[in-house]
Structure formats: C-alpha cells, structure tokens
C-alpha cells in the first residue's frame, strides 16, 4: 500500500493519503493561477476515501465554477492559510490536492498515461506544454459529463500571447 504525508506551512494541519492519484490534472484555469500564484496547479486526483486527517481541521470556502457553476470547496489551514485540497460539487467521489503540499511532492508519476493539461487556452504566456501529453484548451469534460477530444504535440509547444 502507498502511504504520502504531507500538511500546511505551520503543520497544524498534516494528512496522508493511502494509494496512488487516480489521475494527475496539470491546471491553467485563471481560478487555480490565482489561487496559487503561479502559472497554474499540479493537481493529484484522489478517491475521497485514500485521504486522511491525521491533525488539525481544515477550513472551508465554497464559491461556484465559472465554467460549470457548480460549487468548488477549498480546504484550507485557518491559521497560516495553506490551500490542502479542493472538493468538487461536480466531481463528488474524489478530492484534487495541491501538490506542493505533500512532503516529498515527487513521489506520484506525472507521465502522459495518467496525466493531463487542461484549460490550456488562458495558460500564461510563455508556458511549456511537454510532447506526448492530453492537453484541453478548456476542461477535458464538458459540463454534462462528455469527455472532450484532446490534442497531443509532436514536440513541446510554447504558449504565445
């Protein structure tokens, strides 16, 4: 069994997840570019029930998708303001964490077999999309569950303005 720990700056919070992601999700929506403060998210997607809390208890903000207008949850430490995971109206049975948050964020394969780039059509400028990966310019589903046909790059492609 896999077994990944990891928390909040302030450690307050701390939780471990017992497998393996069940897809990786590399995001360029401008709602995960600002609420990381950077060019987007790694996010590793987990079965609700992989994941638990082994200290403190995490804070919540609801506000809806723009995309879907369905509710998005962020967990957060109340105390240093850490984001730990997201939980999904739209995607009920599982949580999408924030990578950075994971002791050694490394440990979970990130190949093109169970990764995808999505929201790539408003990704910053300059940003490097890798050869051989399923990219989405919007979400790879649409808003009534179909999945969306993905475009793969021979070589890697740059994000101009």
């Known amino acids: ?3 990944h720990e ?3 700056l302030c450690r307050a919070i701390r939780y471990t997840v017992t497998a393996n992601p069940v897809r990786v999700t590399i995001c360029h929506c401008t709602f995960c570019q600002a609420a990381t403060g950077s060019v987007g998210m790694v996010e590793p997607i987990f079965n609700k ?3 638990k809390l082994l200290a ?4 919540t903000f609801d ?3 723009r995309g879907s207008g369905k509710r998005i949850t962020i967990n ?3 105390t240093c303001g850490t984001k730990i995971f997201l939980a999904f109206e739209r995607f009920s049975e599982v949580y999408g964490l924030y990578a950075g948050t994971f002791d050694d964020p490394n440990w979970f394969d990130r190949s093109p077999a169970n990764t995808k780039y999505i929201f790539t059509g408003v990704a910053q400028k300059g940003t490097i999309l890798p050869p051989g990966y399923d990219t989405f310019v919007e979400h790879a589903w649409l808003s ?3 999945p969306v046909e993905p475009s793969v ?3 890697p492609h740059i994000i101009e303005p």
């Open 49 to 51: 029930g992989d994941l």
């Open 76 to 78: 957060f430490c109340k």
């Open 144 to 146: 009534d569950g179909s």
């Open 1 to 3: 069994m896999s077994r």
């Open 63 to 65: 506000m809806p998708s």
């Open 56 to 59: 403190g208890t995490v804070s």
């Open 153 to 155: 790059f021979n070589y």
């Open 6 to 8: 990891g928390g909040c």
